[in-house]
């Protein structure tokens, strides 16, 4: 039996040896002083050592404030986060991502509740409604461009929706008209469209607006049923967790939407929330907050607002007027603090420029 364990032999590697190069006679560093300028913090005179100093506050002012957010978010309650998406159920199915919207309950005492009350024929309306914007991002680039790449995709594309038009018969057997012609025309338009324009192997923008104009009024259908489904079945789920807190807690409720630029404003979690908050509560208790995907983040940055806002009434003493209530309304708002400074600076710059034109 051979034995288990090897010797073997330690070298240097070419890397390792090449770095002696950094010295003179096996010893004294070359290049001494420029190493020490490198690494010397406070510079090479008092100003920067100064300057250093002041920074080197404001570095240990930044990492005290990155801690405090992360605390504070997690320090207020009852919280409610809402989100369009339920990520974790449906991983990086993209896809599936448009279910109605998910609703996180955190309690002080540890609890937390979710519920996403919207049916699955929430998600068959939303997806219908983006049949547009389905093919636009398909046929898009090529509207001043003559190659026929596109044609493969939009044959995929035609392969899904000719499935989806097989099983319109048995898939609406229990569906009510309404729904089914919505169902029917979305679908078979949208056939007749993409079967036309791979056929005579032509991206048109005229064509498209012409098509999107004939589907027109069933895209707004469905988008008005999934936005019925989204109220009817959402506000009672969240009066449930009313009546479970009580009017006292309830009122104290915060809420998050969580969101992105293009649909931030009112959208159907903002509207939905509004209706069913405190009303003294809704302006500074509802926030909607851009490009945050994941609850910690979403309430990391509720505990940077609400410290910012007790911040601002320490700091600033609104009570006196003038700035001091100007800057504890920027700290308490979307508005940044240094907005009026910025405003005064452009005006000044702006004078001296003309005044150099009149000499």
Not at 207 to 219: A, H, M, Y
């Amino acid at each position: 039996m051979k034995d288990q364990i090897c010797p073997w032999i330690y070298k240097d590697t070419e890397d390792f040896n090449k770095v002696e190069i950094l010295l003179e006679n096996g010893d004294k560093l070359k290049d001494y002083d420029d190493f020490m300028k490198y690494v010397t913090v406070g510079g090479k005179n008092s100003q920067d050592g100064l300057h250093h100093a002041i920074v080197n506050i404001h570095r240990m002012m930044r990492v005290n404030y990155l801690r405090m957010m992360y605390t504070v978010g997690r320090n207020i309650y009852p919280l409610i986060v809402a989100k369009d998406n339920n990520n974790y159920k449906y991983g990086d199915d993209i896809g599936r991502q448009a279910v109605g919207g998910v609703y996180e309950l955190y309690l002080e005492d540890g609890r937390t509740y979710s519920v996403m009350p919207v049916p699955k024929e929430y998600e068959m309306f939303k997806a219908l409604g983006h049949i547009p914007l389905g093919l636009y991002t398909i046929i898009s680039p090529y509207f001043f461009n003559p190659s026929l790449v596109w044609v493969t995709e939009m044959q995929t594309y035609l392969t899904r929706v000719e499935l989806a038009v097989s099983l319109i018969t048995e898939g609406t057997k229990d569906m009510n008209k309404d729904y089914i012609e919505i169902v029917d025309n979305l679908l078979n338009m949208t056939r007749e469209y993409v079967s036309t324009t791979i056929k005579n192997k032509l991206i048109d923008v005229f064509l498209f607006q012409e098509f999107t104009g004939k589907i027109k009024p069933f895209i707004g259908r469905a988008m008005d049923e999934a936005a019925r489904l989204q109220v009817e079945y959402t506000i009672p789920a969240l009066l449930n967790w009313k009546k479970m807190l009580g009017d006292e807690q309830w009122s104290k409720l915060y809420a998050v939407v969580s969101t992105v630029w293009p649909v931030s404003d009112y959208s159907v979690r903002f509207q939905i929330l509004k209706t069913v908050m405190d009303p003294e509560r809704v302006d500074t208790n509802l926030l909607v907050l851009e490009g945050l995907s994941n609850y910690e983040d979403l309430r990391t940055n509720l505990g940077r607002i609400v410290a910012d806002r007790f911040l601002a009434k320490l700091a600033f003493h609104p009570e006196d007027g003038g700035r001091g209530l100007r800057w504890f309304k920027c700290l308490s708002s979307h508005t940044d603090l240094v907005s009026d400074s910025c405003y005064k600076a452009i005006q000044d710059f702006i004078k001296k420029q003309e005044d150099k034109k009149e000499k």
